[in-house]
């Protein structure tokens, strides 16, 4: 029988995923992380730094994601729909571990504005949520559209030595990827432009901001 969960069991458990996510404990599927078999490479203090900035915003970018699914669960009408963003939440936080991972291996830190991003992206989420699920997957598929596009770039800016990084940057992409075209497959429609570019503004903050502070 499946469990019926009362609205102050809802808020707990986003409680507890924001919690989670902020202090670095997101539950993941438990994959192994890309970079595990990977020997680290001699890296020059500058291309260290360079890594780490660069994961940094990946970082960034996965604690929004996770603000996202949480807002558009949060108001989706769908039940398919809650359980794609569930999904699609679930293997984020593997990326999220890994993103925290290789920056604190290159001994620097994550965004200290992560909470901000969080807050932001929640209230964007829960709007798409209300827009309607067509719309709310339309948005989960141009979010992971926008990802890949920047982890292209990431890949081609990276020390060329740098396996470990890269092979966790082609891992996420290959994820973002089929979260796109799943969406797409489950009823998901093209934003309109004027959204599109909005997310792309509010995205281009972000990455700036993260890849210094």
């Not at 470990?164 to 990827?177: C, G, S, V």
Request: aromatic share 4%; glycine share 6%.
């Amino acid at each position: 029988m499946e469990r019926i969960y009362s609205p102050a069991d809802k808020l707990i458990d986003h409680a507890d995923r924001i919690l989670r996510t902020l202090a670095g404990h997101a539950k993941t599927t438990g994959r192994p992380d890309p970079a595990d078999a990977i020997n680290e490479a001699d890296l020059s203090d500058e291309e260290v730094t360079l890594s780490a900035r660069l994961m940094r915003i990946n970082h960034a970018g996965e604690v929004a994601a996770q603000a996202l699914y949480q807002g558009q669960s949060l108001t989706a009408r769908n039940k398919g729909v809650q359980q794609k963003l569930k999904q699609a939440a679930e293997e984020e936080n593997d990326h999220l571990a890994w993103c925290r991972q290789r920056v604190n291996e290159l001994g620097k830190h994550t965004s200290r504005l992560d909470p901000l991003w969080y807050v932001g992206s929640l209230s964007i989420g829960a709007a798409a949520g209300l827009a309607g699920d067509k719309w709310n997957l339309g948005f989960l598929a141009e979010t992971e559209k926008q990802a890949v596009h920047h982890i292209d770039q990431h890949l081609e800016q990276l020390p060329a030595s740098d396996d470990k990084t890269r092979a966790i940057l082609q891992q996420m992409r290959d994820d973002e990827m089929q979260h796109a075209t799943t969406a797409i497959e489950h009823g998901g429609v093209a934003l309109p432009i004027p959204v599109k570019k909005g997310m792309q503004l509010i995205s281009k903050i972000m990455t700036k901001s993260s890849f210094w502070v």
